[in-house]
């Protein structure tokens, strides 16, 4: 997927998005404090929120496009950030 961050950009604004509500999903999105700080996130849960796993790694820069993925092979899973392996753990248990 390609994101590209907008200046004045707010909250959670996510890019992919397989769930049925805000308990089991598998998202990835990119995370806006309001303050100028941002991560790109990827979450999975299959029923409850704090048994949530995730893989984050700081933000891309506003205005800039940036190609993210992310793999999932047995527990283990990976987010890449063009090209490259930013963050990975293999404790994904959980199937989108």
Known sequence: MWA???EG?????RIFDFG????????LMLHYD???RSTRRCAITA??????RSLAAPGPRMGVWTHLAVTLSG??????????????SDHFAVAP
């Open 47 to 52: 029923n409850y929120r704090f048994a949530e």
């Open 4 to 6: 590209r961050p907008e």
């Open 34 to 36: 309001g303050a100028g």
């Open 75 to 88: 527990t283990l899973a990976k987010l890449f950030v063009n090209g490259a392996v930013v963050d990975s």
């Open 9 to 13: 950009s707010k909250g959670d604004q």
């Open 20 to 27: 049925t509500n805000d308990i089991a999903y598998f998202a």
